[in-house]
T-cell receptor, first 111, second 112 residues
Framework: DGGITQSPKYLFRKEGQNVTLSCEQN?????MYWYRQDPGQGLRLIYY???????QKGDIAEGYSVSREKKESFPLTVTSAQKNPTAFYLC??????????FGPGTRLTVT | GDSVTQMEGPVTLSEEAFLTINCTYT??????LFWYVQYPGEGLQLLLK?????DKGSNKGFEATYRKETTSFHLEKGSVQVSDSAVYFC???????????FGKGTRLHILP
């Protein structure tokens, strides 16, 4: 079954700790994306990568970091510099058909 | 810059009612247009898409027509069901190397 997996579904961390969210896809897509979703708001782009070993900042990259060492993996690290990290994080990938395929999301709570 | 504006929710309807969720866009060139749906606690799923003017996207009884003259892509369904309750996002992208720009989403509640 092809798709995008994100783990874990729920994540709890103490303030001041870095945390890494996993995103894996077996769709053979070149491009991958990370979004943040807050209650009642749309999706805001954090980082995206169009090819292995390359990535670009999105609209709200401050306090986050990513890597793209493999085509199928695009982990997101939420650093202690992110002032308000509690949110729902969505990973997506896309191919030449323009549409994006989303994972089930990770809900991060930082206390 | 490019943007998507969709009607604010929540929208509450009775089962079997007619649904319209308005979406308008601002973009240069000829963007592709999408509707995504998000069920509670899940990621987004592509509902339908249209890639050129006058195209009609359809899926699961939902339809939307790409209207370049009015820069709109309104979502419609003739008879909604309780299972249609979700958040609906209108979105656009210009080409495969560009980002997708999402609207803020419209929450839909269907009452039995």
């Amino acid at each position: 079954d092809g798709g995008i997996t994100q783990s874990p579904k729920y994540l709890f961390r103490k303030e001041g700790q870095n945390v890494t969210l996993s995103c894996e896809q077996n769709l053979n897509h070149d491009a991958m994306y990370w979004y943040r979703q807050d209650p009642g708001q749309g999706l805001r782009l954090i980082y995206y990568s169009q090819i292995v070993n390359d990535f670009q900042k999105g609209d709200i990259a401050e306090g986050y970091s990513v890597s793209r060492e493999k085509k199928e993996s695009f982990p997101l690290t939420v650093t202690s510099a992110q002032k308000n990290p509690t949110a729902f994080y969505l990973c997506a990938s896309s191919s030449r058909s323009y549409e994006q395929y989303f994972g089930p999301g990770t809900r991060l709570t930082v206390t | 810059g490019d943007s998507v504006t969709q009607m604010e929710g929540p929208v509450t309807l009775s089962e079997e009612a007619f649904l319209t969720i308005n979406c308008t866009y601002t973009a240069t060139g000829y963007p592709s247009l999408f509707w995504y749906v998000q069920y509670p606690g899940e990621g987004l799923q592509l509902l339908l898409k249209a890639t050129k003017a006058d195209d009609k996207g359809s899926n699961k009884g939902f339809e939307a027509t790409y209207r370049k003259e009015t820069t709109s892509f309104h979502l419609e369904k003739g008879s909604v069901q309780v299972s249609d309750s979700a958040v609906y996002f209108c979105a656009l992208t210009r080409d495969r190397d560009d980002k997708i720009i999402f609207g803020k989403g419209t929450r839909l509640h269907i009452l039995p």
